[in-house]
């Protein structure tokens, strides 16, 4: 119990910490970059002074939401290069708090085993496509809107932090990230056949969902579908 | 650390001889996906049948008993080619060629930098596993062992 009671505790400061407005924004700023990121850089991004952004900076560091990284700009070194950049990036740590405690991720580690046990990946898939679909459709789009910007609010609600890349969508975030971890090819292949049903539950065939997996990053990304017309 | 690196031992049943057309989808990704292990960083070694480039030909346990093994410099090296690259697709697409098995079909376990396993060192080891469960001397990615036999999930073996 006491692993429990101390792992919230510093969850529960790590929250506390993004009640400040200021601190939510810079927070916000740097989890959404793809680059470790440097103080002027987040002042500017979240709109704030730098000698302020620095000390909201090192709390949320402290509080653990944050990592800290020194790293000299590409091409300066040796002596009179001046000291390393100080950068921060998005910490890789999990925070949760649940009142009362609950533990959703001890019993869907024992369900996964159990569909890798009985060779369910096909049923699981299944479930997953057709929740994905009922997503879907509860957020049908305008006729107008362009098809990404309406998928990719969607996935934003979810917590996939879409971004473009060029003419793909990619997925900053796995939402299932420490499960995956564990069972990567069901929790992938689960993961892609709910973004399949939420793209057939908006009726969206211009989009297409595929595994294209990163470094970093949920592995699912969603292209264009290819389109018929000549240039 | 790096004296010591990774070997990995997969064993698969195919659902049916490897000319058949059903069989296709997985023999045609064969050459690409080796060469992309070839071109992975951490890659250090991979067994081939000389001729054929792949393993595919080496049948220790009967015709329907496929064996890939390949050594790699670390865990995350393993892993990311694994999991992080178009092998992840054919891993979920394993059903399609491969028989479920009730038992492990993978093991890993560290070998001294530079050492080539045998297929029948490997598959003493898939057999400790099968016997006794992941330890030091025989574990999968989920209980994980390092070269000094430290689990990080749990205990350090005694």
């Known amino acids: ?231 | 650390m790096t004296d010591h690196h990774l070997a990995l031992l997969n064993v698969g049943r195919i659902r049916e001889p490897l000319d058949t057309p059903a069989m296709a989808g997985f023999t045609e990704a064969l050459e690409p996906i080796n060469a992309l292990a070839d071109a992975s960083p951490g890659f250090v070694w991979r067994l081939t049948d000389g001729d054929a480039g792949d393993a595919t030909s080496i049948r220790p346990y009967g015709d329907d008993l496929l064996v890939n093994l390949s050594v790699w410099e670390s865990r995350e090296t393993l892993w990311n080619f694994t999991y992080r690259t178009e092998h992840l697709e054919l891993l979920r697409r394993r059903r399609e060629w491969f028989v479920r098995v009730d038992e492990p079909i993978i093991v890993l376990w560290w070998v001294p930098a530079g050492h080539r396993p045998t297929v029948g060192e490997a598959l003493r080891r898939l057999e400790r596993l099968r016997r006794d469960g992941a330890g030091p001397e025989a574990f999968t990615f989920r209980e994980f062992y390092d070269p000094e036999g430290r689990s990080p999930r749990g205990v350090p073996a005694a």
Do not use: W
């Open chain 1, 1 to 231: 119990m006491t692993d429990r009671v101390e792992g919230s505790a510093e969850s529960l400061e790590a929250i506390a910490a993004l009640q400040d407005p200021v601190r939510r924004r810079l927070y916000d700023y740097v989890a959404a970059q793809d680059h470790e990121v440097g103080r002027a850089e987040a002042a500017d991004g979240a709109g704030i002074q730098r000698t302020l952004a620095a000390f909201h900076l090192d709390r949320l560091a402290d509080a653990g939401l944050l990592d800290v990284v020194f790293r000299r700009p590409a091409g300066r070194g040796g002596p009179g290069a001046g000291r390393p950049a100080k950068l921060y990036r998005r910490s890789a740590a999990d925070h949760a708090v649940s009142l009362p405690p609950r533990d959703y991720r001890a019993v869907a580690e024992v369900l996964a085993e159990v569909v890798e046990v009985l060779g369910g990946e096909e049923a699981a898939e299944a479930v997953a496509r057709r929740r994905g679909r009922v997503i879907g459709g509860r957020t049908a789009g305008g006729g107008d809107e362009d098809a990404g910007e309406g998928v990719v609010t969607v996935l934003a609600g979810l917590g996939y932090e879409p971004y473009r890349d060029g003419a793909v969508i990619r997925l900053r975030n796995c939402p299932f990230h420490s499960l995956a971890e564990d069972f990567p090819p069901l929790v992938c292949g689960l993961n892609l056949a709910l973004i399949e049903g939420i793209l057939e539950g908006r009726e969206e065939p211009g989009l297409t969902a595929r595994l294209d997996p990163r470094r970093g990053g949920c592995c699912v990304a969603l292209r264009q579908a290819s389109k018929n017309k000549t240039h």
